[in-house]
């Protein structure tokens, strides 16, 4: 491989490994040592085609969740079961996963630059800028990116388009599903509120069980099901359907986190 070969977003993969390497070894530890990350579904990762798979998650964190994609992804691909063991699978990454995040996050400083050039596909959010609510175009570039994206290989999305959960999933994911036609993947997520900031990259609390089940990929009938079918198969796929959303006591609330602690314990 040439050593300034570069994608079709022109990123040099030379430098792009070195990135995911760096941030895979920095990362590790989050996921490992200071917290604990159960993983389910890890066959199912290594069964999908090289290109035109998009995977859609739920939302708890601007990048803690996509860093441990990352890590799951590679690892399941070099035949780690359930398991992000033996940080070895980061030497040679995966180099066409990418992921869809907001212009407006990914231009916030210089780390998300370089987050970015790890595999960000940035779009503009339509419905939001700023902190304020808005309202304007799909730009066609963003829409040409991430067929771009497809087509080199496998693109994550968090369809709310945010951190809050139990939102609507937006009308855009389920235009591209029936557009580009990929396998779609869900992936449900937990934990990574509670164990990190907003912004996923402080750690803001130890020991925390954390999540990822990957589920078996949707069946879709691209020409017939209408965008309001596809969404609400996302809502329930990735559980964050209005049905399931319920309002609990304080005095619940505690119990649940009493049963979670519980779990830590045996993890641990």
Known sequence: MPIFKRNPFGHILFLKRWLIRFFGIVSHG??????????????????????????????????????????????????????????????????NIYYIAASETMKAGLL??????????????????????????????????????????????????????????????????????????????????????????LIKKRNVLQSMVIKEPLEIDYENETFKEIIEKIQFAIEQHPSLLKVITPEEYKQQEDELNKKRKFWS
């Open 30 to 95: 989050r996921y490992r040592r200071f917290n604990s990350l159960q993983i389910e579904g890890s066959e199912i990762i290594r069964n999908l085609p090289e290109t035109n798979v998009l995977f859609v998650s739920n939302h708890q964190t601007y990048f803690a969740d996509v860093a441990a994609m990352f890590h799951v992804f590679n690892a399941a691909l070099k035949g780690r079961d359930d398991s992000i063991k033996n940080i070895g699978y980061i030497w040679k990454p995966k180099l």
């Open 112 to 201: 998300p630059k370089i987050f970015a050039y790890a595999g960000s596909v940035s779009v503009e959010r339509t419905w939001r800028s700023e902190g304020k609510d808005i309202k304007r175009q799909v730009k066609m570039s963003d829409i040409s990116n991430i067929k771009k994206a497809l087509n080199d290989g496998w693109v994550i999305t968090f369809p709310q388009g945010t951190t809050t959960p139990f939102k609507p999933i937006r009308r855009g994911t389920a235009h591209i599903i029936k557009t580009y036609k990929p396998i779609v993947v869900p992936i449900v997520i937990d934990g990574f509120r509670r164990a990190y900031d907003k912004k996923g990259l």
